[in-house]
C-alpha cells in the first residue's frame, strides 16, 4: 500500500510488483512538492520502505510495475505512476481539467490516440478529473488511465496502464483518499 498523508492518498500496489520510484526520478529541480514521510511510501514486502529521491518541480511519488524492465513478457507492463508538478509551471492553471491539455499532448507524443475527452469522477469524496487514452502495440493494446487534481501548489496525477479494460479499472478501484483502507488478512 502506498500512503500519502500530506495529500490524503492511499493506493493498493499489487502483491509481486516492482518498485521503481527512484529510478523515476533522476532529474533535479528546485520546488519541494508534497513529499511523503517515511509513514506514506510504498511499503516493501520485506517490510522496508522505498524513497522518493530529490526534490523537484515535477516529481514522481510513486512508480509501480508489474515486471521489471528488463523482463520481457506477453502481456503489456502494467503500472501505476504518481507524480506531482508544480502548477507555477503552467501559467494560468486553475483547475485539474485543464491540467490535461499538457498531460494529453505528452500522452499523444507517446503514441496515444484520446477515447474519450477528460471528465469528472469521484473517489469517495474526492472529485478528480480522468481521462483514458489508448495505443496499439504490436497485437496488444494498451490502456492508459489518468486522474488529476490540484492540492497544495501542485498538479497532482496517478496514471495507470494496463493491457485489458479490467486491469485497469481494478489499479484505479486500488485508489482511495481519506482514512487508510481496510486490508484483507
Known amino acids: 500500500m502506498y500512503r500519502n498523508n500530506?495529500?490524503?492518498?492511499?493506493?493498493k500496489i499489487p502483491p509481486g510488483w516492482v518498485l521503481r520510484t527512484e529510478e523515476m526520478n533522476e532529474r533535479e529541480e528546485d520546488a519541494d512538492p508534497p513529499a511523503a514521510d517515511e509513514k506514506s511510501q510504498p511499503q516493501r514486502a520485506q517490510g522496508g520502505t522505498e524513497r522518493n529521491g530529490k526534490s523537484d518541480a515535477g516529481r514522481v511519488l510513486m512508480a509501480a510495475f508489474s515486471r521489471p524492465p528488463d523482463a520481457h513478457g506477453e502481456e503489456i507492463n502494467s503500472s501505476i505512476l504518481i507524480a506531482v508538478e508544480s502548477v507555477a509551471a503552467y501559467p494560468g492553471l486553475t483547475d485539474a481539467a485543464q491540467?490535461?491539455?499538457?498531460?494529453?499532448?505528452?500522452?499523444?507524443?507517446?503514441?496515444f490516440v484520446v477515447d474519450e475527452e477528460p471528465y469528472e469522477v469521484?473517489?469517495?469524496a474526492k472529485t478528480l478529473v480522468r481521462g483514458?487514452?489508448?495505443?496499439?502495440?504490436?497485437t496488444r493494446v494498451m490502456l492508459q488511465s489518468t486522474l488529476a487534481w490540484l492540492a497544495k501548489g501542485f498538479a497532482v496525477s496517478i496514471?495507470?496502464?494496463?493491457?485489458?479494460d479490467d486491469e485497469v479499472e481494478e489499479l484505479v478501484d486500488g485508489v482511495s483518499f481519506g482514512a487508510a483502507p481496510a486490508t484483507k488478512k
Do not use: R, S
Request: some cysteine; glycine content about 20%; proline content about 3%.
Open 132 to 138: 483514458d487514452f489508448h495505443k496499439d502495440v504490436g
Open 99 to 111: 491540467y490535461f491539455g499538457p498531460l494529453t499532448e505528452v500522452a499523444k507524443a507517446q503514441g
Open 6 to 11: 500530506t495529500l490524503g492518498l492511499f493506493c
Open 159 to 164: 496514471t495507470v496502464i494496463g493491457g485489458t
Open 122 to 124: 469521484a473517489i469517495g
